[in-house]
């Protein structure tokens, strides 16, 4: 079997996917961006240039595609641009080809071409959880069941993200449960010295609670509420960490500054190799954003054992945080109801340790293989056919 892979780019979330697929037939990955990407970019989000520390093209067949766009790059259709982009997967003569997301111009290219000539398959997380009734939604859900009818078979991420297929087209008998996943083992590892140092730095007693906040700062993932809420809170054994750089890092220092608290505390951007430390050094994770396809870091803290408070606008929140068992899921935008939360969860230390146990229970079922082990599957299917 020669499986063909389309993507954009090498990410922390992908690779390890890809060399466990690499063992099980003959696969290439076709990278669109071209091999601008491997390289140190400025990310604006972050206001850095990001460099990953961690290997993203170890144990997997790889090649980069030219590409011509006049800006390159995964944040809108016409930063993915390969004149050649037909005649290489066609020179690798795959029996499947897989595609992740449609929405750059020779992604959705390859999506018309192949259909029926070669299954396609397709990943993406989308969902409905913030989409409104509009004549313009009814435009979107026409082109969009457009989109789809050249798919064969999707991969789904989670719940929301399989109901977003139904809506758009896609039957049952095409839809694949495959778990958006991390490296569980990686953020589960013992890396308690480095907590205890960290911690320390920062003045957190072992007996004070610590609620982390980790990503960008700027308006999507709305931190602004939970320095809010925060300072509404009033347990002086609770503190507050921020861990990451954005548009919104100086409102939120000045912020600090005016509570005139020394319990908020703000770390720069942290890269892959550290994140475990940042997860494992807090007691509670809260991701607060206005909206999110996904939210991978809430699976990152889950494999670190933390509890949970999340924002019902994100797509992990129905699938991963368990009300009153891992976490706790607050009405986004919506501060009192995120206090009511923080208030429930930093009622000890043993309560919030309980809630990070059923994280990662609950955790282990969304990895790496669970994710190959249903591609694969699917694969195996394919071939005896």
């Given at each position: 079997m020669?499986?063909?892979?389309?993507?954009?780019?090498?990410?922390?979330?992908?690779?390890?996917?890809f060399?466990l697929l690499?063992?099980?037939?003959?696969?290439?990955?076709?990278?669109?961006?071209?091999?601008?990407?491997?390289?140190?970019?400025?990310?604006?989000g972050?206001?850095?240039?990001?460099?990953?520390?961690?290997?993203?093209?170890?144990?997997?067949?790889?090649?980069?595609?030219?590409?011509?766009?006049s800006?390159?790059?995964?944040?809108?259709?016409?930063?993915?641009?390969?004149p050649?982009?037909?005649?290489?997967?066609?020179?690798?003569?795959?029996?499947?080809?897989?595609?992740?997301?449609?929405?750059y111009?020779?992604?959705?290219?390859?999506?018309r071409?192949f259909?029926?000539?070669?299954?396609?398959?397709?990943?993406?997380?989308?969902?409905?959880?913030?989409?409104s009734?509009?004549?313009?939604?009814l435009?979107?859900?026409?082109?969009?069941?457009?989109?789809?009818s050249h798919?064969?078979?999707?991969?789904?991420v989670?719940?929301?993200?399989?109901a977003?297929?139904?809506?758009?087209?896609?039957?049952?008998?095409?839809?694949?449960?495959?778990?958006?996943?991390?490296d569980?083992?990686?953020f589960?590892?013992?890396?308690?010295?480095?907590?205890?140092?960290?911690?320390?730095?920062?003045?957190?007693?072992?007996?004070?609670?610590?609620i982390?906040?980790?990503?960008?700062l700027?308006f999507?993932?709305?931190?602004?509420?939970?320095?809010n809420?925060?300072?509404?809170?009033?347990?002086?054994?609770?503190?507050?960490?921020?861990?990451?750089?954005g548009?919104?890092?100086?409102?939120?220092?000045?912020?600090?500054?005016?509570?005139?608290?020394?319990?908020?505390?703000?770390l720069?951007?942290?890269?892959?190799?550290?994140?475990?430390?940042i997860?494992?050094?807090?007691?509670?994770?809260?991701?607060?954003?206005?909206?999110?396809s996904?939210?991978?870091?809430?699976n990152?803290?889950m494999?670190?054992?933390?509890?949970?408070?999340?924002?019902?606008?994100?797509?992990?929140?129905?699938?991963?945080v368990?009300?009153?068992?891992?976490?706790?899921v607050?009405?986004?935008?919506?501060?009192?109801?995120?206090?009511?939360?923080?208030?429930?969860?930093?009622?000890?230390?043993?309560?919030l340790?309980?809630?990070?146990?059923?994280?990662?229970?609950?955790?282990?079922?969304?990895?790496?293989d669970?994710?190959v082990?249903?591609?694969?599957k699917?694969?195996?299917?394919?071939?005896?056919?």
């Open positions: 020669r499986f063909a892979i389309v993507t954009t780019h090498p990410i922390q979330y992908y690779a390890p996917v060399k690499a063992g099980c037939c003959e696969m290439k990955v076709f990278y669109t961006w071209g091999e601008e990407s491997i390289k140190p970019k400025f990310d604006p972050f206001g850095k240039t990001i460099e990953w520390d961690i290997p993203l093209l170890d144990g997997y067949d790889y090649e980069f595609l030219t590409n011509v766009s800006q390159p790059g995964s944040h809108h259709f016409k930063g993915i641009k390969n050649d982009v037909i005649q290489k997967i066609d020179a690798f003569q795959p029996h499947v080809i897989l595609v992740y997301g449609w929405a111009q020779s992604h959705l290219k390859i999506l071409h259909k029926g000539k070669i299954p396609t398959w397709f990943r993406g997380d989308s969902n409905l959880i913030d989409k009734s509009t004549w313009k939604s435009l979107k859900r026409i082109f969009l069941q457009w989109v789809y798919v064969d078979k999707a991969f789904y989670g719940t929301a993200n399989e977003y297929f139904h809506r758009y087209g896609m039957k049952a008998s095409q839809l694949v449960f495959a778990p958006h996943a991390i569980i083992g990686r589960a590892e013992d890396r308690s010295e480095e907590v205890l140092t960290l911690r320390k730095s920062l003045h957190i007693e072992e007996t004070d609670i610590l982390l906040f980790a990503g960008k700027d999507i993932k709305n931190p602004e509420i939970l320095i809420a925060y300072a509404q809170l009033g347990q002086k054994n609770v503190h507050l960490l921020f861990v990451g750089n548009t919104l890092e100086k409102k939120l220092m000045f912020l600090s500054k005016t509570l005139k608290s020394e319990a908020i505390h703000f720069p951007f942290q890269n892959q190799k550290t994140m475990p430390v997860y494992q050094s807090c007691d509670v994770f809260c991701l607060p954003s206005r909206r999110e996904w939210g991978l870091a809430v990152e803290a494999a670190a054992g933390k509890a949970i408070i999340a924002s019902d606008k994100l797509g992990c929140a129905t699938d991963l368990q009300e009153g068992l891992n976490g706790y607050f009405k986004s935008e919506d501060q009192a109801d995120l206090l009511i939360k923080l208030k429930l969860a930093c009622t000890s230390l043993s309560h340790s309980k809630l990070g146990l059923q994280s990662k229970k609950i955790i282990e079922n969304w990895s790496f669970v994710q082990t249903a591609i694969a699917e694969l195996d299917e394919y071939s005896k056919h």
